[in-house]
C-alpha cells in the first residue's frame, strides 16, 4: 500500500470543521508540498497523520510500522534555559551519539553538537529540528512550514537540504509551505488546500495555471496567485463543503 492513506477526512474542532472530505495518497520517495491561506486546515492535516488530532469522518491509514518524522511549525525554547544541541536531540528518546552526528549531518549542520540551542541562528535551529526528525530514519518526513521566519536564501537551502535527505535516504516529504514559487522545482505534487483539496497536480500544471503565471517568478507573487485561483472557483456547486474562508 502507500506509506499513507486518506479517505473522507473530515476534521472538527466544536462546532467549527475544518477540514472537509479530503482525500490523500503519499507514495514513497515523491515530495508533496500541501499550500493554502491560513486557518485552510494544512496544520491539522498534518496533526491528523501523526494522530495528535482525531477525524470527525473518514480514516487515516499508516502502512504498518511507518516511521516518520515530523518537523513543527515552531518550537519555542526560553533563551534562559540551557540545553545543547546533543541534548536536545535526546530528549525524546536515547540516541547514541554517532546516530546524532549523523542526524546532524543529513540536516546539513555537522558541527553544532554542542552548542546551545539558544544562540542558533533561526536557520540552524531549523535544520536541528530536521536532524531531530531524521534520527529514526523516517520514511516519511512530515513538514509544517518549516522555514517560517527564514529568508528566501535560507528557505531555499532549507528546501535545498530535504532534496539531498530525499535523494540520500529516499524517504517521502509531505510539507506544507507558503513560499510556492521557492519549493515548486522540489515538488513532484502540489496541493491546494482550502478546508478541502481545491485542486492539485505535478507543479507543471499548477504553474500553467494562469493566475499563476501571471506573477510567476515575483516572488510571494506566484504562491498568492494561486491562493486566488483556490478562491475562485465557485463553491455553489460544490459537494456541500463550506470552505474555510
Ligand atoms: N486545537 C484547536 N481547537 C480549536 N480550533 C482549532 C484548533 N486547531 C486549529 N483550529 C482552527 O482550525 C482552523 C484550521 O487551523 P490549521 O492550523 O489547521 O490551519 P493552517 O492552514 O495550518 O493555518 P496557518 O497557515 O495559519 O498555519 C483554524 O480556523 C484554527 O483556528
Do not use: W
Request: glycine share 10%; with cysteine.
Amino acid at each position: 500500500m502507500s506509506l499513507i492513506e486518506i479517505d473522507n477526512l473530515s476534521i472538527r474542532y466544536g462546532a467549527n470543521t475544518v477540514l472537509h472530505h479530503v482525500r490523500l495518497k503519499v507514495e514513497p520517495g515523491e515530495i508533496v508540498t500541501i499550500v493554502g491561506p491560513n486557518g485552510s486546515g494544512k496544520t491539522s492535516l498534518l496533526k491528523a497523520i501523526i494522530g495528535a488530532t482525531a477525524p470527525a469522518t473518514g480514516q487515516v491509514r499508516l502502512r504498518p510500522g511507518l516511521r516518520i518524522g515530523y518537523v513543527p511549525q515552531r518550537l519555542h525554547i526560553d533563551a534562559t534555559f540551557p540545553i545543547t544541541v546533543e541534548r536536545f536531540m535526546s530528549l525524546t528518546g536515547r540516541v547514541s551519539r554517532s546516530d546524532c552526528a549523523a542526524a546532524l549531518e543529513a540536516a546539513g549542520v555537522p558541527d553544532l553538537l554542542k552548542r546551545q540551542m539558544s544562540q542558533l541562528s533561526g536557520g540552524q535551529f531549523q535544520r536541528v529540528l530536521l536532524a531531530r526528525a531524521l534520527i529514526n530514519r523516517p520514511e516519511v518526513l512530515l513538514l509544517d512550514e518549516a522555514t517560517q521566519g527564514l529568508d528566501q536564501p535560507g528557505s531555499a537551502g532549507f528546501y535545498r537540504q530535504i532534496e539531498a535527505v530525499r535523494r540520500d535516504t529516499g524517504c517521502a516529504v509531505l510539507m506544507i509551505s507558503h513560499e510556492l514559487h521557492v519549493v515548486m522545482s522540489a515538488s513532484d505534487r502540489v496541493i491546494c488546500l482550502n478546508g478541502h483539496v481545491c485542486c492539485e497536480g505535478t507543479p507543471d500544471v499548477v504553474a500553467s495555471a494562469p493566475e499563476y503565471r501571471a506573477l510567476f517568478g515575483t516572488g510571494t507573487g506566484g504562491a498568492l496567485a494561486l491562493y486566488r485561483h483556490d478562491h475562485d472557483h465557485d463553491h455553489d456547486h460544490s459537494h456541500g463543503h463550506e470552505a474555510a474562508e
